[in-house]
């Protein structure tokens, strides 16, 4: 099978994509997978391809080659059209005492008892049903305790497709029962390249947004479009630079500012956290005069100042802190504490 098709969305995952397609062959699929990854490397879009090979349904002829990105059947899956394919995460809506809700924190049991009510429906449009939970590491306690009775016992038709960029919050009593796929990063001139010929983007450009991408190819792909992504890296490490030489109030302001924000979207107080940690990293290849690597190239110049004022064990502390600081709000620890700690705990360089 996998000669007869092409042109699949999944990129730079050829390991995975081959052992979806090979299971398909062989009729030797999981019931559940977990695809775990860092954010925007694929874990979405290789879900959503195989839930196209999971359901495909055709006769091939001699010869014949199917261009996935033209097929109608994988198109209305990844525009979400396909009645068969259902994608849930923390923006799902679902409704409770006739009103519609929206968590955008959390996974809820309510969302585990639609996938419940679901799974006793026939497939409509294909051959089984598939149930992609992005970021399954948001579900609540009575989320994943309610979800793991059903992966113990499927329908025979029924497929779940977790994905997570944080496999460590996620309970081993569901890890067990899942299938585990890891997506790597993917080499910087592979995404330039791609960047180049999928989406006309000059060389140069092409180079710098998979350099920013840290090998997570959707980043790219959205900055494409969106040049605020971009920008918004040079002003955030701009900010880096200003408030790791703050005194005790400035870094208290701060850190009341990424408490205010992540009320309103975690997803960006957790971008500003990754950020932090890229910056300490360079730093790090810095004291290694290893400054080819860096990621915030144009500020070689002032790393180079700053790292004569600490030592690497100090700087390894920090980026541990920083993960930890980023696992305790997972946890749903006091935001306004988790934060205060970490900016007060970080070195203070000028």
Not at 64 to 87: E, H, M, P, T, Y
Not at 217 to 234: F, M, N, R, T
Not at 239 to 260: A, C, D, T
Not at 315 to 324: G, W
């Amino acid at each position: 099978m996998s000669s007869k098709f092409t042109n699949w969305t999944t990129f730079g995952q050829n390991h995975a994509l081959n052992f979806f397609i090979k299971s398909v062959e062989k009729n030797m699929l999981s019931h559940a997978y977990l695809i775990n990854g860092p954010k925007g490397v694929g874990k979405l879009t290789l879900a959503l391809d195989l839930a196209f090979l999971v359901n495909f349904s055709y006769i091939f002829q001699d010869d014949q080659i199917i261009d996935v990105q033209k097929n109608d059947q994988a198109s209305r899956i990844r525009r979400g059209l396909n009645s068969d394919v259902k994608i849930i995460d923390i923006d799902t809506p679902y409704f409770l005492d006739g009103k519609e809700i929206r968590s955008k924190i959390n996974i809820s049991i309510e969302h585990i008892k639609n996938i419940k009510k679901d799974t006793s429906i026939k497939a409509f449009e294909g051959k089984s049903k598939i149930f992609i939970i992005q970021n399954s590491h948001r579900m609540t306690t009575e989320a994943a305790n309610a979800f793991l009775k059903i992966l113990e016992e499927p329908f025979d038709d029924n497929y779940f497709i977790l994905t997570t960029d944080s496999i460590n919050n996620i309970p081993k009593t569901i890890i067990s029962r899942c299938q585990i796929v890891n997506l790597n990063r993917v080499e910087e001139d592979l995404i330039s390249e791609m960047l180049q010929n999928r989406f006309q983007v000059d060389a140069e450009k092409s180079k710098i947004l998979a350099h920013f991408s840290r090998g997570c190819p959707g980043w790219a792909i959205s900055a494409v479009s969106d040049e605020i992504l971009l920008d918004s890296y040079y002003q955030m490490s701009n900010r880096i630079f200003e408030i790791i030489s703050e005194n005790v109030e400035g870094r208290l302001n701060y850190s009341r500012k990424l408490s205010n924000q992540f009320r309103k979207s975690r997803i960006e107080v957790y971008t500003e956290l990754d950020g932090w940690i890229d910056w300490f990293r360079d730093l790090a290849l810095i004291k290694n005069e290893l400054s080819d690597y860096i990621l915030f190239r144009e500020n070689i110049e002032a790393y180079n100042n700053l790292s004569n004022n600490i030592e690497i064990e100090a700087i390894v502390n920090a980026i541990n802190l920083l993960f930890q600081t980023k696992e305790n709000l997972d946890k749903n620890v006091s935001t306004n504490l988790v934060l205060d700690v970490m900016l007060l705990e970080l070195p203070i360089l000028r």
